[in-house]
């Protein structure tokens, strides 16, 4: 059972490259999310999906776009990357709206 | 605006004694509340969580309490054992915002032997 599964689990960009992080998961979640975790500044949530073709914004979404490509895959790509966008992004899964989050291992991301 | 807060970025307890995590929230309409715990290298896993129609919840050695009135609540491990050692984020969800949530900067637990 995997769970909530993020591909790549490393990537370094140089500034104003693309890029796109992928998440599936197979617990047949409705809701998906993308946090950013930074030194000294917790988790903070970048978009969400509270169900298939539905995305909303979290608290940091500047910069970043989404897609729900249906109820198991939710992606988060950067489309010019600057390095304010170097951090650990994990995404997350739950059953229902603000409930417990099943979170993947993270993707930690560079940006030169 | 930080609507979740943890004050203590380390905490350093001796093998065997009580570990007290704190945590504060400022959102009134915050109604769940819940512990994650996270190893470096890995994502967050669920800890513990308590309803705001309780005051107590308690799984083994963990055990959170929640003080409506003052806005807090904390987390006690005991007794602490080395594997405890991990960053604790404190997180709370129903604060009419965006879905998800809303997690404190975390404390880094340290237990010594």
């Known amino acids: 059972n995997a769970g909530v599964t993020q591909t790549p689990k490393f990537q370094v960009l140089k500034t104003g490259q693309s890029m796109t992080l992928q998440c599936a998961q197979d617990m047949n979640h409705n809701s998906m999310y993308w946090y950013r975790q930074d030194p000294g500044m917790g988790l903070r949530l970048i978009y969400y999906?509270?169900?298939?073709?539905?995305?909303d914004k979290g608290e940091v979404p500047n910069g970043y776009n989404v897609s729900r490509l249906n109820k198991r895959e939710f992606s988060l790509r950067l489309e010019s990357a600057a390095p304010s966008q170097t951090s650990v992004y994990f995404c997350?899964?739950?059953?229902?709206?603000?409930?417990?989050?099943?979170f993947g291992e993270g993707s930690r991301l560079t940006v030169l | 605006d930080q609507q979740v807060k943890q004050n203590s970025p380390s905490l350093s307890v001796q093998e065997g004694r009580i570990s007290i995590l704190n945590c504060d929230y400022t959102n009134s309409m915050f109604d769940y509340f819940l512990w994650y715990k996270k190893y470096p290298a890995e994502g967050p896993t669920f800890l513990i969580s308590?309803?705001?129609?309780?005051d107590k919840n308690e799984d083994g050695r963990f055990t959170v309490f929640l003080n409506k009135s003052a806005k807090h609540l904390s987390l006690h491990i005991v007794p602490s054992q080395p594997g405890d050692s991990a960053v604790y984020f404190c997180?709370?969800?129903?604060?009419?915002?965006?879905?998800?949530?809303?997690f404190g900067k975390g404390t880094h637990l340290i237990i010594q032997p």
């Open positions: 997350a899964s739950s059953e229902m709206r603000d409930g417990e989050l099943f």
């Open positions: 997180a709370a969800s129903g604060g009419g915002g965006a879905d998800g949530l809303t």
């Open positions: 308590i309803s705001s129609i309780k």
């Open positions: 999906s509270a169900s298939e073709g539905t995305t």
